[in-house]
């Protein structure tokens, strides 16, 4: 057995493989010894495709992380033969027949896919606790979530099952977990990674793919490796300078970063998210940057109505999409995602299109902001994360929206002011990353600050959030390795 596994990332397994130091047969027993001690305390691997993994460790293999192990999410990152979920019973039985773009490039890079990690019903909270596979653990406290919708990917790389593992993000999937585990988590440029061949865009292309990682080089290389419209895709974004694995090894300049830490919606947020941020400040200082308060011009509770706009509209096409699919029956998909759906069906196509045409300001105010500054810092989150079942609907609630149901008064619902209420409860703790889904702008959260609550004495990680211009990843990398060097995030592990 590989005992050393766990102490190396995805760049130096595949280097010790290609030396011949260690065999990918040997690195792939020692990630599935991992995943057999802690995923039955996490329920991070939902999908397990060890056989498949087995046989293609055994091949000759080629790419930039050839033989390293690796997970891919159960949600659009579809590998052909296997049950592709979403994280819905709806779906659970459904079978794609051939593999998203996005696996294939992860296999061409060399990886070996060995599960799919877990993820709430399409994607659509920020904790990870879909009724089809029950809640996901965060390594650092059991006891509460990892963050969603990439919550299955980041329980997995924080308990050193793989070094990393593939992730989206649509309203903060990748920055989310990334934030509530310790770890890196970029979320690229709209269009910089495809979305094909089903969809050319992934809500309205404000969903983009990478992974999350435990170190900067490993998003680097991996994003280098499968970045590029592929064939068919609705447009093609211009290509970076210099492979990413080339900018961390360069020199950020000097940045001009504003910074801001209240929320966009108005909610409170946590004193350790305040402090994350101003930890950062302090550590982007003596590096020669110039921090300063400062937030682009844009009315956070117009971006969030049109951004929820954009999701009740996906969720009811989702679920259309899965009944037609599978034949499942409207029980099948969980009690919220229900609501959502008929929130999204009560929309008139009108409706629909002005709130998306509003993204266009928010593009545009971010786009002034720009100019004045390289980078915006917020908190990634507003709040730590929760208990596992403390956001779970009350019985009462759940009583009155089976009656919303069978009335099918979503219409009512969206008059009543239902709707505003609703954007509060579900983006009041995660109320930052909205922005650069909307914008298609690059942004990254990383592990900068790590705090105890409620007298506990193990610490949890609080992120902080970059966001960069349309394009920019270079400049997000180039600082993300040069904090990685002074902070040192990846000796920090959870005591499992």
Known sequence: MFKEYADHDATALAELIARGEVSADEVLEAALARAAAVNPRLA????PMEAIARERARQPLQGPFAGVPFLVKDIAQDHAGVPSSGGSRALRRWVPAQHAEIVRRFLDAGLVIFGKTATPEFGLKAETSPQLWGPTR??????????GSSGGAAAAVAAGIVPMAGASDGGGSIRIPAAYCGLFGLRPSRGRVPTGPLRGELWEGAVSELAISRSVRDSARLLDAIAGADVGAPFAIAAPVRPYAEEIRRDPGRLRIGYDVASPIGAPVHPEYVRAVQRAAEQLAPLGHTVEEARPEVDGQALARSFVS?????????????????????????????ILGLLGRSLSAGDYVEEQARWNDYARALGRFHQRYDLYLTPSCAQPPNLIGELDTPPLK???????????????????????????????????????????????????????????????????????????????????????????????????
């Open 44 to 47: 991070a691997i939902c999908v």
């Open 138 to 147: 965060n390594p650092w406290d059991l006891r509460r979530t990892p963050g």
């Open 310 to 338: 954009m999701y009740f509209g996906q969720v009811a096409a989702s679920i259309a999409q899965a009944r037609e699919l599978t034949g499942a029956r409207a029980r099948e998909f969980e009690l919220e995602t229900r």
């Open 398 to 496: 759940r009583a009155a929206a089976e009656v919303v149901l069978l009335l099918r008064a979503g219409r009512l619902l969206r008059m009543s002011g239902m709707v505003d209420t609703l954007i509060h409860d579900s983006l009041q703790r995660v109320p930052f990353t909205q922005l650069s889904n909307v914008t298609g702008t690059p942004s990254m959260s990383l592990p900068l600050h790590w705090a105890s609550l409620d007298g506990d004495t193990a610490e949890l990680p609080f992120g902080v959030q970059f966001v960069a211009r349309p394009g920019d990843e270079a400049s997000l990398f180039r600082l993300a390795a040069q904090l990685e060097q002074t902070d040192a995030w990846q000796v920090r592990r959870p005591a499992l």
